[in-house]
């Protein structure tokens, strides 16, 4: 008896030393080849130097590592490691990015493109608007839909939401922006909408009697009118805040006599007026009501130059009707406070620009 039980252990044993050792070991031998020698030999055939890959272990983590024997062109991991923006997390998205390249890339680009999840195919144009300083990550599908090869006029035109037509798309405007709340003919006021406090505008600064204005942007333009009245130019009020039943019948009566196309490039559709803000202001020179005559007056380039030291932009320049879609307007000034004036004044940029990429979504 005890014989035979010696006997079976023994064959327990032997059956361990096959069933569970020898697969373990034949384990061992394939895990340190895939995680050691496999890319070990491949980065040497690529061209890697000892040091190279030393550091390559060094930086990737074991699964990492595991993946590059699924890849073909390695000869940038370096490079890649060591680009700005580069994250451990993404590496294997990286990899899928250039290997599915069919051009050359930069690698900053890739990084850049991978790290923002962006799925668009690979661009020279995809680059260019994404790294564009006005790029808003939210709008990326507008602006590959738009039809247009210049990025700049892509990025400027989807901002200003040109890729709609104008008076579709109409969003109530977003009055905790305050004094940088948009109107236009995408955004509008509710009916009874003006921004803070209005007050009557004393005659000194007036064309017409009791015109009402903002009281902050009040302050800035008597502020202004005194500085210029300094230096010899005579500015004034011609026309303030309106409501939006005095918008309504001034549309209403230019579209009568003059239809739809004029009234709509001339004037504001009610509740699109920038004068329901009570922010924006028509300004002539003293005792002078024709706001066309603002234009040839010395006081016109004085206007120009200056304002924005005081807060106001020229809401509807000559070159941007397209984006604006007013007529040029050169008496036409909106209050946005000294800042963001003089940042649009030495930009060259709209308002709607402006608020796109720094207001809207802040
Ligand atoms: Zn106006």
Not at 24 to 51: N, P
């Amino acid at each position: 008896m005890p014989r035979r039980r010696k006997k079976k252990y023994k064959i327990r044993w032997g059956r361990f030393l096959t069933v569970l050792l020898v697969p373990l070991l034949l384990l061992s031998v394939l895990f340190f080849h895939f995680t050691g020698d496999a890319f070990q030999d491949k980065l040497t055939d690529i061209g890697y130097t000892k040091e190279e890959i030393t550091y390559l272990k060094k930086n990737l983590s074991v699964e990492n590592l595991n993946l590059l024997k699924e890849y073909e062109h390695l000869s940038y991991l370096e490079d890649l490691l060591k680009t700005d923006g580069y994250k451990e997390e993404n590496f294997s998205s990286y990899l899928t990015y250039i290997e599915n390249l069919k051009e050359d890339y930069d690698l900053a680009n890739v990084v850049y493109l991978v790290n923002e999840n962006i799925s668009y195919p690979y661009s020279l144009k995809l680059v260019q608007i994404v790294q564009h300083p006005y790029f808003i990550r939210e709008r990326l599908d507008r602006y590959m839909a738009y039809q247009e090869e210049d990025v700049n006029t892509i990025i400027t035109n989807v901002n200003s939401n040109l890729d709609y037509e104008f008076y579709t798309h109409m969003m109530p405007s977003d009055t905790s922006k305050e004094t940088l709340l948009i109107v236009n003919k995408f955004y509008y006021l509710e009916k009874d909408y003006h921004y803070g406090e209005l007050v009557t505008m004393e005659k000194a600064y007036d064309n017409k009697n009791g015109s009402k204005l903002n009281q902050t942007a009040y302050e800035a333009f008597k502020k202004l009118v005194d500085d210029a009245e300094k230096e010899g130019y005579h500015i004034r009020n011609n026309s303030a805040y309106r409501s939006y039943e005095t918008q309504n019948n001034l549309y209403n009566d230019y579209k009568n006599s003059n239809g739809l196309t004029w009234a709509d490039k001339w004037s504001a559709r009610p509740g699109h007026s920038e004068h329901q803000t009570g922010l924006a202001l028509d300004v002539g020179v003293k005792d002078e009501y024709v706001l066309g005559k603002f234009e040839t007056s010395k006081e016109f380039p004085w206007m120009k130059e200056n304002a924005h030291r005081y807060g106001f932009i020229l809401r509807y320049p000559k070159e941007k009707q397209y984006i604006t879609g007013y007529g040029y307007e050169p008496w036409h000034y909106r209050y946005v406070g000294v800042d963001v004036a003089t940042y649009i004044y030495e930009h060259d940029i709209t308002f709607e620009e402006y608020y796109a990429y720094f207001v809207e979504n802040k």
